[in-house]
């Protein structure tokens, strides 16, 4: 347990389900022989390490604002990749980079339209911009949680408004393709994906989702709240999604790629 709320363990239990987006991202990314990549919010780095070799970039940064992730990340450097602590929600990379990437991150931050003005900024001819975010918010896996969250005795111990799901942030991709032609980028694909993750009960989701979209809800409660708001939360998205074994789970997940 962190007190950012990730845990490297926890989001690795489920490596290979969250890696399929990664590798359909990274593929929509032409190679940059001898320039510079980033990669924003890049977790524990072993990801950020493939997009270097695949880019062929002789330098790539890794930046994260959780050092939990960092620490993971920081074995990782070295031979062109490098990892720094930052906000994402700022970063400007100015003309410095060829490939701006950020896989299942830009979620976290409010905002869609100002962060990727600002990561577009500066950026030279020819730059590519691809990102991944998950687009579900309507599935019963986020509405249980919001649900809960404002139930006793979780909703006193917030102090007001419970965090809400950052997934509302997401913008449609008919919105995000909107945004990159304003912005000034030349060709773009945008898509909507559905990956199926199979899981062997409704219960296990809970396993999946304290990997990432429970992790606002540890920062915000006390250790043994939290787990009881964990407890309360399986029994409920098994209630209201069904005692299903297996149980499937649609993913929808916004990918958009775009070049000045
Ligand atoms: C779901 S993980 C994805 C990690 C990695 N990109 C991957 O594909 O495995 C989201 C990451 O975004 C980071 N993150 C969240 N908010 C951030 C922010 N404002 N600035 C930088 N990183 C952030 C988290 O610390 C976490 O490592």
Known sequence: MTGDGWDPGLYHRFREQRRKPFVDLLASVQPVPGGRAVDLGCGT?????ELHRATRAAETLGVDSSPAMLDQARDHAGDGVRFEAGDLAVFEPGGHYDVVFSNAALQW?????GVLARWTAGLPEGAQLAVQVPANPDHPAHQVADEVAREAPFAAAFGGE????????????AGYATLLDELGYRDQHVRLQVYGLHFPTTADVAEWTRGT???RFRRALPPDLYDRFVDRYRARLVEVAGDHRPYFYPFKRILLWARR
């Open 213 to 215: 979209a429970l992790t």
């Open 109 to 113: 931050v409010p905002d869609h339209a």
């Open 162 to 173: 419970p965090p809400a799901d950052p997934l509302l942030e997401v913008l449609t991709p």
């Open 45 to 49: 780095g072993e990801l950020t390490v």
